[in-house]
C-alpha cells in the first residue's frame, strides 16, 4: 500500500516563544483565548524559519549558491530563475513568483505547520529591565522596558506530502526517489534537535514526547489531540493518553491507524513514561526519527503503484464530511485593513473545496449545508502585497507584465481558533464517491487559506430524514448557515449575509450569482420541518442549486 503523508505531533517545553505587537515598551506574547483562559502560541511562519535555519547550519542547505530572492523590482520575491531542483527552500516551502509571458506562478508547501500552542494557560507574568550598565557608561538615565513571559510545554504539527516533495509541474520538473528522501529526510533531523534565537537567549524546541508516521492518507490525525495533566505528587507531566488510543483505533482500509503509527518520548519527563511505552509503543526519540527516516528511505525506493481506498459503509445520497481546524481565516469580500472572517465556511469556499477535490473540469451542481462551532478568535498584524489601480497616485513598484504597482501594507486578520465543522453535500453519487476516495490522498487538504490545514475525522454517505418541529422540538447549539427562505419558515433571527456562489464570466468580466443565507446558533427551533441527521443528531439546511 502507496504512503501519501507524512504527519508528526512534538511537544516540547520553552518560554516566550513569539512576540507580536509592541505597545509602549511592552512587549506581548502572540496569545489566543480558549475556554476562557489565554494562551501563547508560535507561529507557523516563525517555526518555518527555524527549520530552515537548522536546516542551513545542519547541511548548509543552499548556502553554497546565489540567494534564489531579489529585490530588483522594489519587492522581496523569488526569481523567476529558482526552482525546485536546485534549491531546497523551494521545494519544501513553496513559492509565488512572477514571470514575463507566465504570469504568476504559484506552489504550495509541501511542508506544513499548525502554530505551536501552549498546553498551560499564561498568567500574565511580565519581566522588568533597564539597560543600566549601559547607562552608567553612556553617564544618561536608562531606558525601561517590559516584556510578557510564559513557560509551558507547547504542542505542534508538521505534514508533509510525500507523493509532492521533488515534483513541479509548472516547471516540469521532478527529483529522482534518493534525492526526495534525502530532503524529507534532513526535515526529520531538523525537527529531532531544533531550537529558537530570540531576546538573547536559546530556546530548546526539541521534543519531549512525538507521535506519528507515514500514513495512506493525507490527514494530521494528532492534530488538537494532545492534552497533558500535572501530576502534583511526582511532580511530573502526564500525557493524555486515552484521546491519543482513541484516533490509534481508526480504522483506514482495514487497518487501525495504530498500524503506521508510532511514538518518542524523552526518558524521566513524564509520570506515565510506563503505560506510554507499554501501550503506545513508545521509544527513544532518536529511535523514533531513525525508524521513521527508513521508511521514508523505503517509500521512495519501492515502484509506485495506485491505492483504491474501499469503504464499508452504506450508500446513502448525502455525503457527511466532519473536519477539525486549529486555525482558520474564511475571509469576507470587501475587507481590506482588517481581514474580518465569516463564523464558518461560506458557500463558495465549500463549493470550491468540492470541486477542487473532485479535480472537476465543469461546474458541478450541488447543495452544501455547512455548520460547526469554534472556540475562540485570535487577531493578528500580518504584511499584505496587492496590485493597486494603474492610475493610483501611489505608484508603489511597476511589475514587468501587469503595469500595475505592487503595494504593500500592514493589515490586522482575524483567525478562528479551534474549529470543528460539519459539512454535507448533496449531488450525483458518482461525485460524492470521487470526493470521498480523493480527499485524503491528492494533498494534505485545507479550507479557506491553503496553510489552514483541515484534519478529516470522517467521511460517510449518510440519510437524512425530515424532522417535524412541531412534534418534536430542535435546540440549536451550534453555528449554522440557513437559506433565507429556510429561516423565515423557522422563525428564526440571525446574522444575514449574502453571500457568492458562484460567478459566470462574460466577455471577460465576471458576473457573480449570490445566495441569501442567516448564521445562527442556540435557538430553539419548534416551528417548521427540516432535515435531520439522526445518528449525529444534526439538523441539516441544504443551500445551492
Known amino acids: ?51 530552515f535555519r537548522k536546516l542551513r547550519e545542519l547541511y548548509n542547505v543552499d548556502a553554497d549558491k546565489e540567494v534564489p530572492l531579489s529585490d530588483e523590482k522594489g519587492t ?17 516551502f513553496g513559492y509565488m513568483k512572477t514571470d514575463k509571458g507566465k504570469g504568476s506562478l504559484t506552489r504550495s508547501a509541501v511542508v506544513r505547520f499548525s502554530p ?15 539597560n543600566h550598565d549601559f547607562a552608567k557608561r553612556a553617564k544618561t538615565d536608562p531606558n525601561p522596558f517590559q516584556f510578557e513571559v510564559h513557560s509551558s510545554l507547547y504542542t505542534y504539527t508538521v505534514a508533509i ?29 531538523a525537527l529531532k534537535i531544533l531550537d529558537r534565537e530570540i531576546k538573547g537567549r536559546t530556546e530548546n524546541l526539541s521534543p519531549l514526547f512525538v507521535i506519528g508516521g507515514l500514513y495512506p492518507v493525507k490527514n494530521p490525525f494528532f492534530l488538537g489531540r494532545i492534552n497533558v495533566n500535572y501530576d502534583r505528587n511526582q511532580r511530573k507531566y502526564s500525557l493524555n493518553t486515552k484521546e491519543i488510543e482513541s484516533v490509534l483505533g481508526l480504522k483506514l482500509n482495514g487497518n487501525s491507524v495504530k498500524d503506521y503509527t ?43 503503484e495506485t491505492w483504491n481506498v474501499v469503504y464499508r459503509s452504506k450508500i446513502m445520497m448525502v455525503l457527511r464530511v466532519k473536519l477539525y481546524q486549529e486555525f482558520a481565516c474564511y475571509r469576507k469580500p470587501m475587507t481590506y485593513g482588517f481581514w474580518e472572517t465569516y463564523p464558518l465556511p461560506p458557500l463558495s469556499t465549500v ?24 472556540k475562540s478568535v485570535v487577531l493578528d498584524i500580518q504584511s499584505m502585497y496587492k496590485f493597486g489601480r494603474k492610475d493610483s497616485e501611489n505608484k508603489g513598484i511597476i511589475i514587468e507584465g ?3 504597482p505592487l503595494l504593500k501594507s500592514p493589515i490586522y486578520v482575524s483567525n478562528l481558533y479551534a474549529v470543528e465543522l460539519t459539512i454535507y453535500i448533496e449531488s450525483k453519487l458518482e461525485y460524492l464517491e470521487k470526493f470521498r476516495k480523493n480527499l485524503l490522498i491528492l494533498e494534505y487538504p485545507s479550507l479557506g487559506r491553503k496553510e489552514d490545514l483541515v484534519r478529516v475525522d470522517s467521511v460517510d454517505i449518510v440519510e437524512l430524514i425530515e424532522r417535524d418541529l412541531f412534534e418534536d422540538n430542535y435546540k440549536l447549539e451550534d453555528g449554522i448557515y440557513f437559506s433565507k427562505e429556510k429561516a423565515k419558515e423557522l422563525e ?17 468580466i465576471k458576473f457573480f450569482k449570490k445566495k441569501d443565507v442567516v448564521y445562527a446558533d442556540n435557538k430553539n427551533l419548534e416551528i417548521g420541518s427540516i432535515l435531520y441527521d439522526k445518528e449525529e443528531n444534526k439538523i441539516v439546511d441544504l443551500i445551492g442549486d
Not at 521533488?166 to 533531523?189: C, Q, S
Not at 470550491?352 to 469554534?374: L, S, T, W
Request: aromatic share 12%; charged share 25%; hydrophobic share 35%.
Open 1 to 51: 500500500m502507496k504512503m501519501k503523508g507524512l504527519t508528526l505531533t512534538v511537544i516540547f517545553e520553552a518560554s516566550s516563544l513569539n512576540y507580536g505587537e509592541t505597545v509602549g515598551n511592552i512587549s506581548e506574547l502572540k496569545k489566543l483565548t480558549r475556554d476562557g483562559e489565554v494562551y501563547t502560541y508560535m507561529s507557523r511562519q516563525a517555526l518555518r524559519y527555524e527549520v
Open 76 to 92: 522581496i520575491q523569488f526569481k523567476p530563475t529558482a526552482n525546485i531542483k536546485d534549491y531546497v527552500e523551494v521545494d519544501l
Open 116 to 130: 505551536a500552542i501552549s498546553l498551560s494557560p499564561m498568567a500574565f507574568d511580565v519581566e522588568f529591565g533597564a
Open 161 to 189: 506530502d510525500l507523493d509532492r516533495v521533488g515534483v513541479d509541474p509548472n516547471d516540469g520538473l521532478e527529483l529522482d526517489g534518493t534525492e526526495k528522501a534525502r530532503r524529507v529526510n534532513m526535515v526529520l533531523d
Open 262 to 304: 508510532s511514538c518518542g518520548l524523552v526518558e524521566g519527563f513524564w509520570a506515565n513514561e510506563d503505560y506510554i511505552i507499554q501501550n503506545l509503543n513508545g521509544k527513544t526519540v532518536s529511535d523514533f526519527f531513525e525508524e521513521l527516516k527508513s521508511k521514508v528511505n523505503q517509500h521512495y525506493n519501492v515502484r509506485r
Open 351 to 374: 463549493k470550491g473545496f468540492f470541486h477542487n477535490v473532485v479535480e472537476a473540469k465543469e461546474y458541478i451542481p450541488a447543495r452544501y449545508g455547512i455548520q460547526g462551532k469554534f
Open 402 to 404: 501587469f503595469n500595475k
Open 492 to 508: 428564526v433571527n440571525g446574522i444575514n449575509y449574502r453571500m457568492n456562489f458562484y460567478y459566470e464570466s462574460k466577455n471577460g
